[in-house]
């Protein structure tokens, strides 16, 4: 079975700031990783994702997250944190082998402040 | 192209009436998920398709609660009798599906539901 964890339902940072969002994971296989982000009344939206290649995976917005297998983490991070960053960021796995359904951290919400 | 398309948005109801929600995956993708989001439990895993067939009903969380896939590009999630409980943001979402998915979700708007 595979979960992940996110360290922090709440970050609270300066514009310009970095943004540091914590996923830690638990994967008995090859884990494929995700980061979804959640702006208020929308659906959640794909940041980047893992499938094994790149360790350093660059998603949309500025954002990257470095897959670290030795330490089982996943965390998602900006350089320099805007106001619209605002918004609820999920971690998610699913195992390598295809076909199998996602399982989500609890969230972290993000907020900006000037 | 057309994302997950989820009608309706926004539905209110009375305690004891029937809801039914619906959602039009991505033309292609074989795997269909309808989720729960409320502030309490946060996002909830209900029940999932493959091929138009339910795999995992777990999560649905009781008999009130019912989701069919009649074919590819259609699927309904019906809570009768509703209870102001169930009053929550109800997300659909496809994928692929199949050997070569890697699980990504392609998730639509939401129906947000209010159950008086």
């Known amino acids: 079975a595979q979960s992940v964890t996110q360290l922090g339902s709440h970050v609270s940072v300066s514009e310009g700031a970095l943004v540091l969002l914590r996923c830690n994971y638990s994967?008995?296989?090859?884990?494929?990783l995700f980061w979804y982000v959640q702006y208020p009344n929308q659906g959640l939206q794909l940041l980047l994702k893992y499938t094994s290649a790149a360790t350093l995976v660059k998603g949309i917005n500025g954002f990257e997250a470095e897959f670290k297998k030795s330490e089982t983490s996943f965390h998602l991070t900006k350089p320099s944190a805007h106001m619209s960053d605002a918004a609820e960021y999920f971690c998610a796995v699913s195992r390598t082998g295809g076909g199998n359904k996602l399982t989500f951290g609890t969230g972290t919400q993000l907020k900006v402040e000037l | 192209d057309a994302g997950v398309i989820q009608s309706p948005r926004h539905e209110v109801t009375e305690m004891g009436q029937e809801v039914t929600l619906r959602c039009k995956p991505i033309s292609g993708h074989n795997s269909l998920f309808w989720y729960r989001q409320t502030m309490m439990r946060g996002l909830e895993l209900l029940i999932y398709f493959n091929n138009n067939v339910p795999i995992d009903d777990s999560g649905m969380p009781e008999d009130r609660f019912s989701a069919k896939m009649p074919n590819a590009s259609f699927s309904t999630l019906k809570i009768q009798p509703s209870e102001p409980r169930d009053s929550a943001v109800y997300f659909c979402?496809?994928?692929?599906?199949?050997?070569?998915?890697?699980?990504?979700?392609?998730f639509g708007e939401g129906s947000r539901l209010t159950v008086l």
């Open positions: 979402a496809s994928s692929l599906g199949g050997g070569y998915d890697t699980g990504e979700l392609f």
């Open positions: 994967s008995s296989v090859p884990p494929y």
